[in-house]
T-cell receptor, first 113, second 111 residues
Framework: EAQVTQNPRYLITVTGKKLTVTCSQN?????MSWYRQDPGLGLRQIYY???????DKGDVPEGYKVSRKEKRNFPLILESPSPNQTSLYFC????????????FGPGTRLTVL | ELKVEQNPLFLSMQEGKNYTIYCNYS?????LYWYRQDPGKSLESLFV?????AVKQEGRLMASLDTKARLSTLHITAAVHDLSATYFC???????????FGEGTQLTVNP
């Protein structure tokens, strides 16, 4: 089954404690991206990757890091989380070099205390 | 900078009626996407529109794209309760890779 998986699905952490949210897809897609969804602010792109070792900033990259060492994985790293990073995070992948249908993961609800 | 605006943001309609959601974007775009999101769930891809005049239909939903007017529409025909959800449009700049979402339209279909 074609899918995008994210882990963990829920996470409560404290300010400054480094964390990683994993994202994996099994569709051999080149394009992957991370979004955050906040009430009143909608969905905003954090980072995206066009292929292995190729990443670029989206609209709200501050406080986040990403890496793309393998085609299937695109982890999101928060080196020093802060309360304003409390949000619902989605990972997505897209084939056809960014001209295809986007498949979204189930989401990760992060709370930073 | 690409901006995407949807209207209306809230839409309450009766079953059996037709309505259209509008999505305007500010700069040239060669990819326009429509998504559906149910409460507490992830996003589901509905349509990808890649060229001027593109029209796609799935069930009671039909999406179209007018790149000259920088406008996409999502038309709902004979609405049913199961269509109640939030609908997002999103666009990528021509030859770019950054994706910008509209604010979303919260649709409620009443019996």
């Amino acid at each position: 089954e074609a899918q995008v998986t994210q882990n963990p699905r829920y996470l409560i952490t404290v300010t400054g404690k480094k964390l990683t949210v994993t994202c994996s897809q099994n569709m051999n897609h080149e394009y992957m991206s991370w979004y955050r969804q906040d009430p009143g602010l909608g969905l905003r792109q954090i980072y995206y990757s066009m292929n292995v070792e190729v990443t670029d900033k989206g609209d709200v990259p501050e406080g986040y890091k990403v890496s793309r060492k393998e085609k299937r994985n695109f982890p999101l790293i928060l080196e020093s989380p802060s309360p304003n990073q409390t949000s619902l995070y989605f990972c997505a992948s897209e084939g056809q070099r960014g001209y295809g249908e986007q498949f979204f993961g189930p989401g990760t609800r992060l709370t930073v205390l | 900078e690409l901006k995407v605006e949807q209207n209306p943001l809230f839409l309450s309609m009766q079953e059996g009626k037709n309505y259209t959601i509008y999505c305007n974007y500010s700069t040239t775009s060669d990819r326009l996407y429509w998504y559906r999101q149910d409460p507490g769930k992830s996003l589901e891809s509905l349509f990808v529109l890649l060229s001027n005049g593109a029209v796609k239909q799935e069930g009671r939903l039909m999406a179209s794209l007018d790149t000259k007017a920088r406008l996409s529409t999502l038309h709902i025909t004979a609405a049913v309760h199961d269509l109640s959800a939030t609908y997002f449009c999103a666009a990528k700049e021509t030859s770019g890779s950054r994706l910008t979402f509209g604010e979303g339209t919260q649709l409620t279909v009443n019996p």
